[in-house]
């Protein structure tokens, strides 16, 4: 049973039914799904969501009504690791790593597009499709191939090819559009109008495949023994999964699922695609839209929807947002596998150099708990690491050469 009462706008407040919108027709505001949460009090209980599956169906009460069943590939439940090797290296007392790479294609986009097309089955749509900058393409081809739907994903023609094998390998149409992330979304824009039967999971269904990352927070909360964290570092894009985290924990303490105060959240960005931490750190009210120019293409929306919603956040709950350069994600890439065994994309390394960067400044508290979002496979980027991660040696078959390069390789790790 879904607590989902319908759609109302951010912005003026206006109701409408749980159909296909996706802006408010009197503001233009954009919609989010509100739910009934007194009543929601006396069902959702510990007991009833430790009952539920090991998906983010579990919360299943807190989301949209899927209608009959839910299009679920398994999304959700990840590792929340505790990580005190890389805690160590950065100074800080408690560190979780919220392991998203363990989703069924490899991303957090798995949560979003679960409930996205369990709602688009739910109102009628026969195609799944989507604006992509590579993760939200391989999953909405995924879950379409699941339930036997056709596809059509849009993605910038120049991503990354394990990107592009990974989503055209469900068969589902794939097209590459010669620009930026942001000249895709306005084609999409476009496309919905021309094509009602189509389900795109980020423009017409958006409210619906928002309420997804919502599922980020109440896993967190569960997997630290009903309690919140005092700090998240979430990576930002659009800035939908920052705003919807919060609101999930915002909803398991009105719900009494979770004692205590909301976690302050902090942004992580790349400094070629930063509008938000821009905007955050010159004090601007409104978000000036950039260029892209970054190896973090699964972040790199230059013009981001949610951006407003995110300084919001930021600027009333304490919050920061970090910008790091190219180099600096390529190396907490590589810091992130060494200390944790974790493998993360291109969007992972900017999630850790930004929690770095601003344990280096103050903002975040080192002696206070953090939870880190990790929200993509490294499988996804290799372009990026594929020229410095290589063998450490090529040697003939023999005893010798293998004592020799062994060698060779302790004294420079020695000196």
């Given amino acids: 049973m879904s607590f989902a009462t319908g759609l109302l706008c951010r912005e003026c407040g206006t109701a409408y039914p749980t159909e296909a919108r996706y802006s408010c027709d009197f503001c233009f505001g954009p919609l989010e799904v509100s739910y009934d949460l007194a009543a929601a009090k006396d069902a959702v209980t510990r007991e009833s969501i430790m009952d539920g599956p090991n998906s983010i169906w579990r919360y299943g009460a807190l989301l949209p009504d899927p209608g009959v069943k839910p299009v679920d590939l398994g999304a959700g439940w990840t590792p929340l690791r505790r990580a005190s090797r890389l805690a160590e290296v950065l100074g800080v007392e408690e560190l979780w790593l919220k392991d998203d790479t363990r989703n069924p294609t490899g991303s957090f986009k798995d949560r979003v597009v679960s409930v996205a097309l369990s709602s688009a089955r739910r109102l009628g749509f026969t195609t799944a499709a989507c604006a ?3 993760n939200l393409a391989t999953s909405v081809a995924a879950h379409a191939a699941f339930i036997g739907w056709p596809s059509v994903t849009l993605i910038p023609s120049d991503l990354e090819k394990s990107k592009i094998a990974m989503t055209a390998i469900f068969g589902g149409t794939v097209l590459g559009v010669e620009g930026n992330y942001d000249d895709v979304n306005r084609l999409c824009v476009e496309l919905v109008a021309e094509h009602p039967d189509w389900a795109f999971a980020n ?46 924990f915002h909803e398991f303490i009105d719900l009494g699922l979770v004692d205590g105060a909301a976690p302050v959240l902090f942004g992580a960005q790349a400094t070629g695609c930063s509008p938000i931490a821009t905007a955050f750190t010159q004090g601007a009210e409104y978000i000036t839209p950039q260029r892209p120019n970054t190896i973090a293409r699964s972040l790199a929306i230059g013009n981001p929807a949610d951006g407003p919603y995110v300084l919001d956040e930021l600027r009333r709950n304490g919050g920061d947002c970090g910008s790091v350069p190219d180099e600096e994600i390529l190396e907490c890439i590589g810091l992130l596998a060494k200390t944790e065994g974790v493998f993360a994309e291109t969007a992972g390394g900017v999630t850790i150099a930004s929690l770095r960067q601003m344990i280096q400044r103050g903002t975040i508290n080192p002696h206070k708990s953090i939870v880190a979002i990790i929200s993509g496979h490294g499988l996804k980027t290799l372009d990026a690491v594929v020229d410095s991660a290589v063998v450490s040696s090529t040697i003939q078959p023999s005893l010798a050469a293998a004592e020799e390069a062994l060698r060779f390789h302790q004294l420079v790790a020695a000196s």
Avoid: F, H
């Fill in 203 to 248: 423009v017409n269904m958006r409210p619906y495949y928002a309420e997804g990352s919502k599922t980020l927070a109440y896993e967190i909360a569960e997997q630290l023994g009903w309690r919140a964290p005092d700090q998240v570092v979430v990576p930002v894009a659009s800035g939908s999964q920052l705003t919807k985290v919060a609101k999930g």
């Fill in 132 to 134: 992509s900058t590579g």
